[in-house]
């Protein structure tokens, strides 16, 4: 099941007039329950209700995956003594919610006089955990007697939490209302780490987290499908196939009398077809080769001049005779795959282009299709050039080498045991599956996992997820409950600072607890940035870039803040490697979520407000205060909370993040939204033009 948190719309109006009036008293007094269950996590093959987990797992049902469910074997008991909680949740801690409670260790037990009056003993210590042990191999008996609270908060039992301004509603049977009611939330639901007893003052301090399975459990025995052994390696499921170049029976437009279509399909880099001559270079020319029935998703192509625009099409045939081809599982007619982007232009144009690639290099790329293609045979792949080469008194166009990548499933042994995903999130689904969970806010990213990502025995969930964050720059995190069972929901997604949304929240200075604090720093901004992606030689797009003679794919950025000189020409150069990038684009994106991280860092706050668990990480509220003139959103990137029980109850929120309506952000997205592969500031290593 997946939600979408707004900060406004998430909001009860109850609790939302209760907050913003500021008057925290009487039938509006900050209340918390916090309740105790025993219980355990089981694991096993059982029925899923969940979101589709678009992954192959070997051996394994969809129906009934391998998953964790919690079994309860208690009721909900309310903890009583709560003198303090407190949370803390920031990114940096992979956005869990971490936890304190401090409980005064004090029973008031009702007891019966002789002359049947009631009174009240108070027993200190009356929560501590082995309270009323007798170990066996010790003589005598115990000072005080075992009660109700014996070995409870000794173990990792799970702890929830509702907050809220006024006692909450409850049910009819005097229990919690399970959706928070409309004064309140559930704003935890995690389990105990350790206590700390002490007897000045008869206290215990607790310490709980959310997602202990995620971040304590290792990849090993249980903690994963049984049905995959050491190690889990999740792939692609390209990266399962074996591929082979097909392309034959070429046609083309027309031909040059020594350059005839058949040369793009016979695998030499001597020979080429070229068009016949023109005088203007806006003229369509088309080459053409036949493929068999299969799997398609990328094909290469090696243009034989330079600044051509080459429009791609395919042809699919029906398979078997009968049955229509797919695009990406979808059935489509016989015919041309339509995308949307409309026909080929020219006098040999008029045909359905999948995409177009402007002012392609002179070199063998691979690219991919845009969709993926199950075909019957005599499928046919098509080149159209526009834009042609210049040549000394016409223009023609040319192509060295044309063939679409046939895949096929890889039966090898070790291939069988992978873990295939087409998209990075799908990764993110089955080790948040394993660990217990069925609820989630998970985004589709677009990106394919880049290798294989294998995870031994001394690897834990989180480490997997770190990875699909690392790929995509998303972001992850833990939210809060969604419900009075819930054990929070986990989000991967955009990082929603690159958003504008209508409505948010907007707190003023009148309605803080203490002055916005701002702090401007150019310390985090880089003058240029360059990413470079795996080693390759200069005919397949690797560079060199002045600090290392190696070859590799490159992409060189200038930020905004360099260009418009807010660095006053202080040279600070930040160069990253990544192996696993395979492409400039690759390298291009990675040096866009490195000026953004920059960016975030560059201006930031922190505001204090009335408690409110509706402001959730990765939510953006807007600010408006006076003093400091700042009038912004602010992206949270962290989060704390204090409650304070007793006659003079408190409750505080403070919010953290970056200032993301400034100059230079507001530029970088733009930059970020724009065309690929070259806009304004980017270079593939060989020319730079912006200054």
């Not at 695998?267 to 053409?288: C, G, L």
């Not at 232009?345 to 993926?372: N, Q």
């Not at 029980?645 to 507001?666: E, F, H, Q, Y």
Request: some cysteine; aromatic content about 10%.
């Amino acid at each position: 099941m997946s939600r979408e948190f707004h900060p406004d719309t998430a909001m009860p109006d109850l609790f939302r007039a209760r907050w913003r009036s500021g008057q925290h008293v009487g039938g509006a007094t900050p209340h918390m329950v916090v309740e105790i269950q025993k219980g355990r996590f089981k694991h096993g093959e059982y029925a899923w209700v969940g979101d589709d987990v678009d992954a192959i797992i070997p051996g394994e049902s969809k129906a009934r995956p391998f998953r964790a469910k919690w079994v309860s074997e208690s009721e909900w008991l309310a903890i009583p003594g709560i003198l303090e909680f407190k949370t803390q949740q920031d990114f940096s801690a992979n956005g869990i919610s971490v936890a304190s409670l401090t409980i005064e260790n004090v029973g008031y037990v009702e007891k019966t006089s002789p002359l049947g009056g009631v009174y009240h003993l108070i027993e200190q210590g009356y929560l501590s955990p082995f309270r009323g042990y007798n170990p066996p191999d010790r003589p005598g008996k115990p000072g005080v007697k075992k009660n109700s609270w014996f070995d409870l908060l000794a173990r990792a039992a799970r702890v929830r939490v509702w907050q809220g301004y006024g006692a909450p509603e409850r049910n009819d049977d005097g229990s919690m209302p399970d959706d928070g009611g409309s004064n309140g939330a559930w704003v935890f639901n995690g389990h105990i780490d350790d206590i700390d007893p002490s007897s000045s003052p008869h206290q215990i301090s607790v310490t709980l987290r959310m997602a202990k399975k995620v971040t304590d459990q290792r990849l090993f025995g249980w903690a994963k499908s049984r049905t995959i052994l050491d190690p889990v390696i999740f792939a692609d499921r390209l990266e399962a196939d074996k591929v082979r170049a097909e392309g034959g029976g070429a046609a083309a437009s027309s031909d040059a009398r020594q350059h005839p279509a058949r040369f793009v399909a016979d695998k030499s880099s001597k020979t080429q077809w070229q068009s016949v001559s023109h005088s203007s270079e806006n003229v369509t020319e088309w080459v053409e080769v036949r493929l068999p029935a299969g799997r398609y998703k990328d094909f290469l192509v090696h243009p034989a001049f330079a600044g051509m625009d080459l429009y791609v099409g395919f042809y699919a045939r029906k398979r078997f005779g009968a049955y229509n081809p797919t695009v990406d599982g979808e059935e489509r007619p016989e015919g041309w795959v339509h995308m949307g982007k409309g026909d080929v232009p020219g006098d040999h144009g008029g045909w359905p282009y999948m995409k177009v690639m402007r002012r392609h290099s002179k070199e063998l790329r691979v690219h991919d299709l845009g969709a993926e293609i199950v075909t019957g045979d005599d499928a046919v792949l098509r080149i159209g050039f526009r834009r042609l080469a210049k040549g000394a008194n016409s223009y023609r166009a040319g192509c060295v080498r044309l063939a679409a990548r046939h895949r096929i499933e890889d039966d090898a042994e070790e291939k069988r045991r992978w873990i295939l995903v087409d998209d990075v999130s799908d990764m993110v689904k089955v080790l948040l599956r394993w660990a217990g969970y069925d609820e989630w806010e998970i985004e589709q990213t677009g990106v394919r996992l880049k290798g294989k990502l294998v995870l031994n025995r001394s690897n834990f969930h989180i480490d997997g997820i770190r990875k699909a964050v690392e790929q995509t720059g998303f972001v992850f995190y833990v939210d809060d409950p969604s419900h009075g069972e819930s054990f929070g929901v986990p989000v991967f997604r955009r990082n929603s600072a690159m958003e504008a949304y209508d409505g948010i929240q907007e707190i003023r200075d009148t309605d803080l607890l203490t002055g916005i604090k701002v702090k401007v720093s150019e310390e985090p901004l880089a003058y240029n940035i360059r990413i470079r992606g795996r080693e390759a030689p200069e005919s397949k797009g690797g560079r060199t870039d002045g600090s290392s003679t190696k070859r590799t794919i490159l992409a060189y950025y200038k930020p905004p803040w360099s260009r418009r000189g807010r660095l006053a020409g202080v040279l600070k150069h930040v160069t990253h490697t990544f192996p696993e990038l395979r492409s400039f684009d690759e390298c291009l994106v990675a040096a866009y979520q490195t000026a953004f991280e920059q960016a975030l860092q560059a201006v930031t706050g922190v505001i204090e407000t009335p408690g409110n668990p509706f402001f959730r990480l990765d939510s953006q509220v807007g600010v408006l205060d006076t003093g400091t003139g700042m009038n912004t959103r602010l992206w949270i990137a962290n989060r704390d909370s204090t409650f304070r029980t007793g006659r003079n109850a408190s409750w505080k929120t403070t919010l953290g993040g970056s200032m993301i309506d400034t100059p230079d952000l507001v530029q970088l997205i733009a930059e970020m939204d724009s065309d690929m592969p070259n806009p304004k500031g980017v270079s593939n290593g060989s020319t730079y033009s912006v200054g």
